[in-house]
Nanobody, 123 residues
Framework: VQLQASGGGLVQAGGSLRLSCAAS????????IAWFRQAPGKERELVAA???????WYTDSVKGRFTTSRDNARKTVYLQMNSLKPEDTAVYYC??????????????????WGQGTQVTVSS
């Protein structure tokens, strides 16, 4: 599967952005899709994930602010980011792994990656 992330940009603190991760290829509905971010000088961080069944996982720092969802018909996963903070500034990536229905969430390791999209939150 090939992934393409989009939707990043510059936004003021408190604002919102919606990222999209569009996939090509077959059997999109078999994949867990994850969102990572990497800020300058920091390690890559897993932010959110959504499994085949639509269950979701979030890292603590974004709970209540970020929501991930999927549209299997469009082969697209979204990351709605609200109440953005300057510390959310990073390059955001989506990643995928084919999983079984009962797989744990998140997998943590992924086989396919999209290019990043820059999110910048000004104070």
């Amino acid at each position: 599967v090939q992934l393409q992330a989009s939707g990043g940009g510059l936004v003021q603190a408190g604002g919102s952005l919606r990222l999209s991760c569009a996939a090509s290829g077959h059997s999109f509905n078999r994949y867990e899709i994850a969102w990572f971010r990497q800020a300058p000088g920091k390690e890559r961080e897993l932010v959110a994930a959504i499994n085949r069944g639509g269950s979701t996982w979030y890292t603590d720092s974004v709970k209540g602010r970020f929501t991930t969802s999927r549209d299997n018909a469009r082969k697209t996963v979204y990351l709605q980011m609200n109440s953005l903070k300057p510390e959310d500034t990073a390059v955001y990536y989506c990643a995928a792994k084919s999983v079984i229905l009962t797989a744990r969430l998140p997998q943590g390791e992924y086989d396919y990656w999209g290019q990043g999209t820059q999110v910048t939150v000004s104070s």
